[in-house]
């Protein structure tokens, strides 16, 4: 069902937990339905220094939560943000059609994560 | 890596007794029974042979028996079939919410062909009261349709009371005992009821073979129409050698039923109380009035298809209702209807023992059950509990 | 004594290769397809898998293929699920005189519904006319249904010609191909069908696996409801075993059709010749738009199921349309619409050839045949003709 | 499906044919609808001197005729007409219910020959 991507990330996830004092916090999702997101940042010269989450979900809302604080790290904010579900998902070797929506979240949590850095650091 | 079933509810392994009762109809008997030559002699023999191992199962006459090819089938066949043959008599039906989707669907395919279908309420155990069952039954009322047993929490209803009280209403029952059969006696006299379903591939018969009993003298109508296989009630060249390994399964069932059921409990109990020390694990379904091998939970603050996932990286290959360990997406409707909060009901696991599961299979599976558990704790966002989730307080199933 | 077995429009045995194809699913790999564990997935992807091979063998997109359980199966999920689908449009349907009994009687049960049902008539050669077609359609017609060839008669219909009569006034189309699938190629775009039926133990595959394929985009209502197996057309938990084994067979019947047909056809035109050169012994269907493996008389002054027994008691096995080999009781409709009469219908036998017969079976069969004929026209009490019988002008078919 | 019995009567039918001037016929039967049975028999001392018989039919009706007149020869008129379709039945070691009716001829047919024989010689 899962690429052997997806297994690896689910079985030993990357990243986590929350960054100490985060600068950005984003949650997506709702237990009551399927998955739920939790994706702290810490900002560091305009990139991300660091990305943590949490996850209630599937194995694949883990992978994907995994993979995507893997690929913010190190990313401008502006980068950050061009990561989508499909990017995730593509460097995760493919998610099953009817996951694609429900569990990949993780771009929209680290979305929300910027944007609540961004809301406290105004420019 | 060693596998431990515990998925039997899903569907069992073939026993090799079954799969040699087979082969003759997979190779050199492979006539069709509606042929006069031997070898179509030979095919119907078989088929007339499985009917009568079949019936005794359930202590029925052979004649009550209709092979069809799925539990599916036999339910869409039971529901359609007796609301068609009877419809000048009333346009009710009831059936319950702990009803398999097979169930379900073929009622509400009714309701679209002008039926009013009653959806009975469960209790927390996932039971039928007979007393709401009384308030449902109307002069109108055709068809009641209630499971003997539960796939998903293991409850075992009540049916002979229920059964009672739609024989002296003159309701046709029809109860789905695909998840029961081979689990536990099963007797259609005793029971009271008038059709019932089962299903080979859920006591070690094949695929492909299942069948719907129905008391003589009740007329049902065909859902495939064609030729006058078995007694023109079902059509479709008979799948012969589906059928007699159906046959050799339901002899074998009966024969050791009692033997299994001695082995299946203790082990049941051991992983019921193994699997609960681990904090916020919930037994679902009926503590007592339960199938022998069924041991179903749900665990908190995680989800169920990742704890499946992790316990299959162990070799431990169980079920969960949760919405996205099911392919359809969508939380089972018997765990949501026994009042469990959906939040909760994301962490449905169900185990379904088999006699070819050992005690150290179950002793593994609680050790790793717990460490996979915490595991998923450690990254769930709700390992302190649910805090801020609107349905916090619901959370804990009524006990 | 050495069987040789001449009706494989009754059922085939099953191909070696293809029983090796369903090994795995009958002892390991026993898991259900819906399950998430690695067991789950080969069982689902052994479905997928043959899911490609059965729409190869038909030119179809493998999302065009939903796996039933026998043809009878896809023919009354075809018409019933379709005229459920279409009734807002209209409420008329066309089938033909020559179809199967899963067929005509998925065709009655709709009349019950409210349907109007036409039974288009046929030829002496079992064929219907695309002119009969065309005059039975009106502007209530929203669904047609002919057989691509018949398992009694051997006749290829038209179907090209008919289906695009159908789509030119945007009729669905179904075509039971059950007797065709493996015998003669199949290309569902060329032959312009919306639906097709085929049955796996036509073709050396199982019994207990069939198909429907249903044009992509084409609504169809289930005939089996339940779980989302099938895309949720189908429920049941599927036969993996059977359905692995259909894939096979397709796979090979693909493979090697054109030299089967090669081989069939000269071994058909043998078995024509020499059983023609009996007295009064007369071909069914058509001469030359026929199965290649098919051989269809009937023998007058003799009743079929007699020759079948003495025919069995030399070792061949062959099928007849007579009333009394039916276990119905009742001749062959096909050869009654064919404008047969009743008492030289009982004469009709059935020889449908398989590639594992040789040149050595079929002079076999026509010597013994002639031998068996006579036998029993001595005992006959129209050994000399049909004498005093009212029909006897009609007796001999048109040719 | 059939008795080793009515295997027997069928594959080795006895008393084909017509008798010679025989002293009574009886038909019965359609074979638009299945089976037809023709019994002649001879008729001597009161008794069935001879009966022989032919049929169109399936394999019970022909097992059913040569019984039948096994049966009959050496009985008196009024023995014959007893036989009816179980006793033949019986003899055959029992026929398919389906068979029971349609293909049991026999014993009707008999009593036709037997009537026809009496019709002509009125006591
Ligand atoms: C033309 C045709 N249609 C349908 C069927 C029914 O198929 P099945 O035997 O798989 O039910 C048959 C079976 O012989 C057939 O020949
Ligand atoms: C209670 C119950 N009913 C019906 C079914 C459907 O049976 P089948 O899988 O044979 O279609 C199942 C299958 O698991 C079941 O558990």
Same mark, same amino acid.
């Given at each position: 069902m899962y690429s052997e991507k997806v297994m690896d990330h689910f079985m030993n996830p990357r990243n986590v937990g929350e960054v100490e004092n985060p600068d950005g916090v984003g949650a997506e999702g709702n237990p009551t339905c399927g998955d739920v997101m939790k994706i702290t940042i810490k900002v560091e010269d305009g990139k991300i220094a660091d990305a943590k989450f949490r996850t209630f979900g599937c194995g694949a809302a883990i992978a994907v939560s995994s993979m995507v604080t893997e690929m913010a790290k190190g990313m401008t904010l502006d980068e950050a943000l061009k990561i989508t579900k499909e990017s995730v998902a593509n460097e995760l070797d493919g998610l099953p059609p009817q996951k694609m929506h429900c569990s990949n979240l993780g771009a929209d949590a680290l979305k929300k994560a910027i944007e609540d850095y961004k809301s406290k650091h105004p420019q | 890596m060693q596998v431990r079933y515990f998925d039997h509810a899903g569907t069992t392994p073939l026993d090799p007794a079954v799969l040699e009762a087979m082969m003759p109809y997979l190779r050199e008997s492979f006539g069709n029974p509606m042929s006069i030559y031997?070898? %179509? %002699?030979? !095919?119907? =023999? !078989?088929?007339? #042979? =499985?009917?009568?191992?079949?019936? &005794?199962? /359930?202590? !029925?006459?052979?004649s009550g028996v209709i092979f069809t090819a799925s539990g599916a089938e036999s339910n869409n066949f039971a529901l359609r079939g007796i609301a068609l043959a009877r419809q000048n008599e009333g346009k009710h039906i009831i059936v319950s919410k &702990?009803? *398999? *989707?097979?169930?379900?669907n073929s009622a509400r395919f009714l309701e679209k062909q002008g039926f009013i279908v009653t959806y009975l309420p469960i209790d927390g155990y996932g039971m039928v009261e007979p007393e709401t069952l009384g308030k449902a039954i109307t002069k109108e009322t055709v068809l009641i349709s209630i499971i003997l047993a539960s796939p998903e929490v293991g409850t075992i209803q009540p049916?002979?009371?229920? =059964?009672?009280? !739609?024989?002296?209403?003159g309701i046709i029952f029809h109860t789905d005992a695909v998840a029961a059969a081979g689990q536990i006696p099963i007797?259609?006299? #005793?029971?009271?009821?008038?059709?019932?379903s089962l299903s080979a591939h859920q006591f070690y018969g094949p695929k492909g073979a299942a069948a719907l009993y129905v008391r003589e003298g009740l007329r049902i109508v065909p859902l495939i129409y064609g030729g006058i296989q078995e007694g023109g009630r079902r059509a479709g060249t008979e799948n012969v050698p589906a059928i007699a390994g159906m046959g050799k399964a339901a002899a074998i069932a009966r024969e050791r039923l009692s033997h299994r059921i001695e082995y299946l409990r203790p082990l049941r109990d051991r992983l019921i109380e193994g699997v609960k020390k681990t904090d916020n694990v919930y037994l679902t379904g009926h503590p007592a009035e339960r199938l022998p091998g069924h041991a179903s939970f749900t665990v908190e603050f995680v989800e169920g298809e990742a704890m499946l996932l992790m316990m299959a990286a162990k070799g431990i290959y169980a079920a969960s209702g949760s919405a996205c360990s099911s392919k359809a997406l969508k939380s089972s409707p018997v765990l949501l209807s026994m009042g469990i909060p959906s939040s909760v009901a994301q962490g449905s696991i169900v185990f379904s023992l088999g006699h070819e599961n050992s005690t150290d299979d179950v002793e593994y599976a609680i050790t790793e059950f717990s460490v996979i558990a915490k595991k998923l704790r450690e990254i769930s966002?709700?390992?302190? %509990?649910? %805090?801020?989730? @609107? @349905? &916090? @307080?619901?959370? /804990?199933?009524?006990?």
């Open positions: - | 031997e070898l %179509g %002699g030979r !095919a119907s =023999a !078989a088929v007339q #042979e =499985a009917r009568a191992d079949v019936a &005794a199962l /359930i202590n !029925a006459r052979p &702990a009803e *398999h *989707h097979s169930v379900l049916i002979r009371e229920l =059964a009672k009280m !739609a024989k002296e209403k007797d259609v006299k #005793e029971l009271g009821v008038d059709l019932l966002p709700y390992r302190g %509990g649910w %805090g801020g989730v @609107e @349905e &916090a @307080e619901k959370c /804990i199933p009524k006990k």
